[in-house]
């Protein structure tokens, strides 16, 4: 059991993020990429701060004074928020995590800066039954609602616990939603894999620590969640947040007619009906 609740968040937004790019010659930051006129970093930021998250370092790279000067002008994020810098930004995400060293201390949530979730997904990795200092990933076992799947990191969980993780997975019953509780364990693991490799992924500290029976999954059940990794999906969370609202829990309509041209939409509908959330009916 946890000895005091988790208040700290690392937000890791420091890489290319070419995949979302308008053009090669497009420079603009992914994390300030707009989704329904919100940048994808002020949502992050702000789901967190619903879900009980006091103080957030967010590890920057490329483009980082642009980054950080928008965050800056932001007046409604609703939690501290600091800077940490990622200079060896072309690197794989776990050197970001590396950066962080200092912020994560005992424990803390990791979120990466293009995925949207709902404040469910982080009361997923903060649930009580995982001791102090665990280090626990919010995974979905309902794979057919994955938006992009090809693109998804794939996950083998058994019982509670993480097996194997990769893209590359052909055996697996879950995705990795983006959301972490992480602890000391973890950094010590991709330490390790970066003296060796000069390089160190997020995957690989989870590997590490998952073949020690040291890295647990959690259940985030139906809450929303995407990876805006690309234009498509970008479109898609623009239609999640119209649909669920902001926090993607809130009340909405009724199935709109358009949503027969996007399936996995479609399913997120179906599910929320079987949930018991309130539905709001057509307006006649």
Same mark, same amino acid.
């Given at each position: 059991?946890?000895?005091?609740?988790?208040?700290?968040?690392?937000?890791?937004?420091?890489?290319?993020?070419? %995949?979302?790019?308008?053009?090669?010659?497009?420079? !603009?930051?992914?994390?300030?990429?707009?989704?329904?006129?919100?940048?994808?970093?002020?949502?992050?930021?702000? @789901?967190?701060? +619903?879900?009980?998250?006091?103080?957030? +370092?967010?590890?920057?790279?490329? #483009?980082?004074?642009?980054?950080?000067? +928008?965050?800056? #002008?932001?007046?409604?994020?609703?939690?501290? *928020?600091?800077?940490?810098?990622?200079? #060896?930004? $072309?690197?794989?995400?776990?050197?970001?995590?590396?950066? =962080?060293?200092?912020?994560?201390?005992?424990?803390?949530?990791?979120?990466? =800066?293009? /995925?949207?979730?709902?404040? %469910?997904? *982080?009361?997923?990795?903060?649930?009580?039954?995982?001791?102090?200092? $665990? @280090?626990?990933?919010?995974?979905?076992?309902?794979?057919?609602? @994955? !938006?992009?799947?090809?693109?998804?990191?794939?996950?083998?969980?058994?019982?509670?616990?993480?097996?194997?993780?990769?893209?590359?997975?052909? $055996?697996?019953?879950?995705?990795? $939603?983006?959301?972490?509780?992480?602890?000391?364990?973890?950094?010590?693991?991709?330490?390790?894999?970066?003296? +060796?490799?000069?390089? @160190?992924?997020?995957?690989?500290?989870? %590997?590490?620590?998952?073949?020690?029976?040291?890295? !647990?999954?959690?259940?985030?059940?139906?809450?929303?969640?995407?990876?805006?990794?690309?234009?498509?999906?970008?479109?898609?969370?623009? /239609?999640? *947040?119209?649909?669920?609202?902001?926090?993607?829990?809130?009340?909405?309509?009724?199935?709109?007619?358009?949503? =027969?041209?996007?399936?996995?939409?479609?399913? *997120?509908?179906?599910?929320?009906? %079987?949930?018991?959330?309130?539905?709001?009916?057509?307006?006649?």
């Amino acid at each position: 059991m946890m000895d005091h609740p988790i208040k700290r968040a690392v937000v890791i937004a420091a890489g290319f993020g070419s %995949r979302l790019r308008a053009g090669e010659d497009d420079t !603009f930051p992914k994390p300030l990429r707009e989704v329904e006129s919100v940048p994808l970093l002020v949502r992050v930021l702000r @789901c967190l701060a +619903a879900s009980g998250i006091e103080q957030a +370092a967010v590890v920057l790279g490329y #483009q980082a004074d642009q980054i950080r000067a +928008a965050l800056e #002008q932001e007046s409604s994020l609703g939690l501290q *928020v600091s800077y940490l810098l990622n200079e #060896q930004y $072309s690197k794989s995400n776990g050197v970001s995590v590396l950066a =962080a060293r200092d912020f994560v201390g005992s424990g803390c949530v990791l979120s990466m =800066a293009d /995925h949207l979730y709902s404040p %469910r997904v *982080v009361s997923a990795v903060l649930s009580p039954e995982f001791a102090a200092g $665990s @280090c626990v990933l919010g995974v979905d076992y309902d794979i057919p609602r @994955c !938006f992009d799947l090809d693109d998804a990191t794939k996950v083998r969980v058994e019982g509670n616990r993480i097996v194997e993780i990769s893209k590359t997975l052909s $055996s697996y019953n879950a995705l990795d $939603s983006g959301v972490f509780r992480v602890g000391p364990s973890l950094l010590e693991a991709l330490d390790e894999v970066y003296r +060796a490799k000069g390089d @160190c992924s997020l995957s690989d500290g989870v %590997r590490a620590l998952s073949e020690r029976g040291e890295f !647990f999954a959690s259940d985030i059940g139906s809450a929303c969640w995407i990876d805006v990794d690309t234009p498509e999906a970008a479109r898609h969370a623009a /239609h999640l *947040v119209r649909l669920l609202g902001d926090d993607l829990e809130g009340r909405f309509p009724a199935r709109p007619e358009p949503l =027969a041209a996007f399936p996995a939409l479609e399913a *997120v509908w179906q599910a929320r009906l %079987r949930s018991s959330f309130a539905v709001v009916p057509d307006a006649e």
